[in-house]
């Protein structure tokens, strides 16, 4: 198994849906991240947590939501999907050493 | 703000080529360097990092030295083969960051028999 699982690899939706992307991991790190992904822009954080209590917002938060449901789960939610959060999405966790990075979420809004 | 500018692509090689990719960072104090490849289809991978001025990273024949009188992180490799053609990604982090990590835009690489 990978050390950090995202589901699912894709998914298309309509405008205004709620949907929730998850990423769980078997690395035993404290720290997970959400990053979008857009051509031309590279990585940009959406937010972050340090423990299951901590939740601290990235550089472009809005429009999503976040819950760390375990040490192990972080799972980001888009309330009500627009088309501009068309993009590709990363989870990722990180210790003292570095990060390792889920395969990725495509997720197209329609 | 702390920023990374990398080079845009897409970058077309013929195998065996010289590679360069430049990267050049915006910090304050003592980021540490890195670079991550993103091959089709996958996330991203650590290619190599240094931490301090003048340290050099490598892997897989991947090269970059960390250049503080130039604010640069240049990755190199002295032949590239079909199989490198992939994304490359140039970040930094820093330590009152809490780690985050800072990304460039990403450079595409071709590299054609």
């Known amino acids: 198994d990978a050390d950090v699982t995202q589901t699912p690899r894709n998914r298309i939706t309509k405008t205004g849906k709620r949907i929730m992307l998850e990423c769980s991991q078997t690395k035993g790190h404290d720290r997970m991240y959400w990053y979008r992904q857009d051509p031309g822009l590279g990585l940009r954080l959406i937010y972050y947590s340090f423990d299951v209590k901590d939740i601290n917002k990235g550089e472009i938060s809005d429009g999503y939501s976040v819950s760390r449901q375990a040490q192990a789960k972080f799972s980001l939610s888009l309330e009500s999907a627009i088309p501009n959060q068309t993009a590709l999405y990363f989870c990722?966790?990180?210790?003292?050493?570095?990060?390792?990075f889920g395969s990725g979420t495509r997720l197209t809004v329609v | 703000g702390n920023s990374v500018t990398q080079m845009e692509g897409p970058v077309t090689l013929s195998e065996e080529a010289f590679l360069t990719i430049n990267c050049t960072y915006t910090?304050?104090?003592?980021?540490?360097l890195f670079w991550y490849v993103q091959y089709p289809g996958e996330g991203l991978q650590l290619l190599l990092k240094a931490t301090k001025a003048d340290d050099k990273g490598s892997n897989k024949g991947f090269e970059a030295t960390y250049r503080k009188e130039t604010t640069s992180f240049h990755l190199e490799k002295g032949s590239v083969q079909v199989s490198d053609s992939a994304v490359y990604f140039c970040?930094?982090?820093?330590?009152?960051?809490?780690?985050?990590?800072?990304f460039g835009s990403g450079t595409r690489l071709l590299v054609r028999p």
């Open positions: 970040a930094l982090t820093w330590m009152d960051s809490s780690y985050k990590l800072i």
């Open positions: 910090a304050t104090g003592y980021p540490s």
């Open positions: 990722a966790t990180s210790d003292r050493w570095g990060y390792t």
